[in-house]
């Protein structure tokens, strides 16, 4: 059956864990995979702007010997005139795989639903998973686990990247904390979900709205920003009410004394990070930016042999 990566919990520990391994091989190894030679043609779908998705996915695709059909929905006829579900049934006769950055995650479970090839998720207003798959990678070589380890999110725990750290981070078995303003709290459900996937492996989800407590001793620090694409109506009052939620010297200084950070970027310096903190010895950004290369390739070859 075909195996889609919609949301972060598609994936068992046990084949998230064997992922992040072929990721580490082909980071070392780069045109050791060629899964897409003929060339076979992705498609990657945008619905929004993206630098790191459209970049590391046309990389990767040339690296796995495949040729990238970058599509603007701006001028294809998706979301206007055509549903997701005709989409897919017109691509899957000339793609191997789809990617698309959208808005809502029902879009993608339409798409998946009628196609035969793979669907991988770039990015949707709840989830961001394949960015989770890169942080993942990174948290892994800087501290050789993931299992055990305590990470905090802050900020929008609404947003994307605060619900996919509590599903992938509770599935590698992370001891996950997010820290928000309870109007930006994670949806019961997601948390729900978390909790049922941390059970299985030792991890934990605590919420906190007092950032200094859920920044306490962590191993890993994350945010992101305050104002998530769709989101920009909303930015005069995110920016007031995320305001105590900036990671700064003072709250990284409270977690573990060696704790990274990491920004799934693009940042805003001074917002939801200031600048002596993403630009400072505990960042691992730029290792996170281009481990979104490495990660999704492995996922790619690995959603290509199922
Ligand atoms: N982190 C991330 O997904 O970046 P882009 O929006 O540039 O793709
Ligand atoms: N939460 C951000 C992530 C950008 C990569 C957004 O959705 O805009």
């Known amino acids: ?12 520990n046990a084949e998230q864990s064997s992922i992040l391994d072929l990721a580490v091989e082909l980071k070392r190894d780069r045109f050791s995979a060629r899964p897409l030679a003929g060339p076979q043609t992705v498609a990657v779908i945008f619905d929004k702007s993206s630098t790191r998705t459209r970049v590391s996915f046309a990389v990767g695709i040339a690296d796995l010997g495949g040729v990238p ?8 006829q998706l979301g206007g005139k055509e549903t997701a579900a005709d989409t897919a049934r017109v691509l899957e006769r000339q793609v191997a795989a789809i990617v698309w950055r959208t808005f809502a995650q029902s879009g993608l479970e339409e798409m998946a639903l009628g196609t035969t ?8 207003d709840e989830f961001h998973p394949c960015q989770l798959l890169a942080d993942l990678l990174t948290i892994r070589e800087h501290r050789g686990q993931l299992a055990g380890l305590t990470v905090t999110f802050l900020g929008d725990g609404a947003s994307n990247m605060a619900q996919s750290y509590l599903l992938a981070g509770a599935t590698a ?10 109007d930006y709290a994670p949806t019961d459900a997601v948390v729900a979900d978390a909790r049922r996937a941390a059970e299985k492996t030792g991890g934990s989800i605590a919420l906190y709205s ?23 109506e909303e930015k005069a009052e995110r920016l007031t009410t995320l305001g105590s939620y900036r990671v700064d010297t003072d709250l990284m200084g409270l977690a573990a004394r060696d704790a990274l950070f990491l920004h799934c970027l693009p940042a805003d310096r001074g917002f939801e990070v200031t600048a002596d903190v993403i630009d400072g010895p505990q960042s691992v950004v730029w290792d996170e930016a281009e481990n979104r290369l490495h990660a999704q390739k492995a996922l790619m070859a690995w959603l290509l042999q199922q």
Request: hydrophobic residues 45%; aromatic residues 4%; proline residues 5%.
């Open 173 to 182: 078995g992370m001891h996950v904390r997010v820290a928000s303003p309870v």
């Open 210 to 232: 007092d950032p200094t407590e859920a920044v306490a001793g962590a191993d890993v620090v994350v945010t992101d920003t305050w104002v998530s694409m769709g989101k920009e």
């Open 1 to 12: 059956m075909t195996r889609h990566f919609l949301r972060d919990d598609d994936l068992t």
């Open 117 to 124: 090839v793979p669907v991988i998720n770039g990015l949707s």
């Open 69 to 76: 059909l970058i599509i603007s929905t701006a001028n294809s």
